[in-house]
């Protein structure tokens, strides 16, 4: 037991000093064997660090290969998940790419665009130009929850003033760069060269950030500033869902060499085609309460991404709802010819039963009584044709082109004279109405419940402003019974005629009871 720990432990020092000294042969054995074995120790433990070192060094790398996997494999799981569409992500990337009713879409889209950006809100705004003016405006439309920007309202400068100045940063996203310099001189360099280029149209920002909202003293707040970034977003497309929407093309002219039209044949018709305008909308987006993070290249690529989507929804719509709209043209041309026929004969039957109406007062009556007897009973037969018509008020709703601009003022007297509240359909803004709002308000509900029991005479009814005789005669201006009856179509001559009848009514119920109060005062 004992020499197999000697020979275990010391045997290989001692062996080896006992080889050294047989080789040197030195003086003194002893302190030789001594000497080497305390060098030996010193060997051994220096073999022992490095060893260390190494295992050390080793343990590290492994680690930090084994690190620099978990890291790779992270990263590959964390662009795997970012690949990974968001919730509701695909449902609304179909959805744009197929409806027509793209607003509705609106509160989805910007909820998404928080989510895939990390923004604190998202709102989104509708550029306009404010009613008679040249001031521009947005007004926004839809926001993330919480945002409470709904309904707000920038305003841009005011054309006339010395020095304009918006309100707020955003209306910077709609104005034209300024050109580079040299650009000029380059398109007449090409134009000198060859075949002149067509001109080039101005070019707009694709965004517009501030990187601290706070030091920005233009930026305009609706709540406590908080530090953080803001980035507007603009979203332009093609409307043709306007008032002058549809572009009449005459008939080309025919070749010279073209064969002779055939005898009797009729001229080639014009055809159509839609009329675009340039519409601006507003995707803002920010940061505040976030410690001042600003957006990264990849979250603001992402809002780019559903905002092209949008600008590509938008215009899609719209061209689908003008021909919609264009394609029930002839539809529509024998809707007014029946409607036009219906109205002459319910003339016909108004002059005989207005006789018998005024009769039915008795030959004691006044010719006051009479007269307003007859606007009475004309209030009563234009009510009663709308009813006619009831189907085609009611199918104004479904229009999606607004109107001309005096057919929708017929609309609106109509509207305001039955209570319509100016705010269900007007901007506040802009002042402007609003085609979406107005077209929907004319529904069944309208007619039975509104225009059926509507009664000009009742003095309990207290009208706005906005409704009294004088604003709506006003609001009318120069149209007349006369010039709509050669311009317009026939469903806004017979609204016409009963806003008319109904504001007769309202005039002479007034006169009435004045006289019935001097008549009493006198007694």
């Known amino acids: 037991m004992d020499s197999a720990y000697l020979k275990e432990n010391v045997g290989p020092a001692l062996t080896a000093a006992m080889t050294a000294m047989i080789v040197e042969q030195p003086k003194d054995s002893v302190e030789f064997v001594g000497n080497y074995l305390l060098a030996y120790v010193e060997r051994e433990q220096g073999k022992k660090e490095v060893a260390e070192k190494f295992a050390k060094a080793d343990a590290v790398a492994k680690a930090a290969a084994e690190a620099k996997e978990v890291a790779a494999a992270e990263a590959v799981a964390a662009a795997e998940e970012a690949a990974k569409p968001l919730p509701d992500q695909v449902e609304l990337a179909t959805e744009l790419a197929s409806t027509t009713e793209v607003a509705e ?16 809100s ?79 149209g101005p070019e707009y920002p694709t965004e517009f950030v501030v990187k601290n909202v706070v030091r920005e003293p233009a930026v ?22 306007h008032a002058d929407g549809v572009e009449i093309v005459p ?14 044949a009729p001229p080639p018709a014009p055809t159509t085609k839609p009329k675009m305008v340039s519409k601006e909308v507003l995707v803002g987006m920010h940061t505040m309460g976030q410690s001042g993070r600003t957006f990264s290249a990849e979250q603001l690529a992402f809002a780019k991404e559903w905002t092209g989507k949008l600008s590509e929804a938008l215009g899609r719509a719209e061209l689908a709802l003008w021909e919609e709209e264009v394609g029930k043209t002839d539809a529509k041309v024998a809707s007014d010819e029946e409607t036009k026929a219906l109205f002459a004969d319910l003339k016909q039957q108004e002059e005989s039963k207005l006789q018998e109406a005024i009769d039915s007062l008795g030959e004691a009556a006044t010719d006051d009584e009479k007269a307003y007897k007859t606007l009475e009973f004309k209030f009563q037969s234009a009510t009663a044709a709308l009813q006619q018509i009831k189907e085609k008020v009611v199918e104004i709703k479904t229009y999606r082109m607004a109107p001309k601009p005096e057919p929708v003022r017929i609309l609106q007297t109509m509207l305001y004279s039955l209570d319509i509240a100016q705010d ?17 308000i004319f529904d069944v509900e309208l007619m039975e419940n509104k225009l059926a029991y509507y009664d000009p005479a009742d003095e309990s009814i207290d009208y706005p402003k906005y409704a009294r005789v004088e604003a709506l005669k006003e609001l009318l201006g120069e149209i007349t019974a006369e010039t709509a009856a050669e311009t317009m179509p026939p469903l806004y001559v017979a609204i016409l005629e009963w806003v008319l009848k109904a504001i007769e009514l309202r005039e002479a119920a007034v006169a009435k009871r004045e006289k019935e109060a001097e008549a009493a005062a006198e007694e």
């Open 251 to 264: 008939p080309a002219e025919p070749a010279e060499d073209a064969p002779p039209a055939e005898e009797g």
């Open 424 to 440: 269900t359909f007007i901007e506040p803004a802009t002042k402007k109405v609003n085609w979406e709002k107005m077209r929907k």
């Open 122 to 200: 998202v709102y989104l705004g509708v550029k306009d130009a404010e009613a008679g003016t040249e001031t521009a405006t947005i007004s926004f439309v839809a926001g993330t929850a919480g945002s409470d920007m709904e309904g707000k309202v920038l305003m841009g400068a005011a054309p006339d003033a010395e020095e304009p100045v918006d309100e707020g940063v955003s209306f910077g996203v709609f104005k034209a760069l300024e050109p580079v310099e040299g650009e000029e001189e380059e398109a007449a360099e090409e134009e000198e060269g060859g075949e002149p280029k067509p001109p080039k």
């Open 220 to 241: 305009k707040f609706y709540g406590i500033p908080k530090l953080g970034s803001y980035v507007a977003l603009p979203v332009r497309y093609d409307s043709c869902l």
């Open 105 to 120: 879409l609106f509160p989805r889209l910007v909820e998404l665009i928080k989510a895939g950006s990390g923004a604190s």
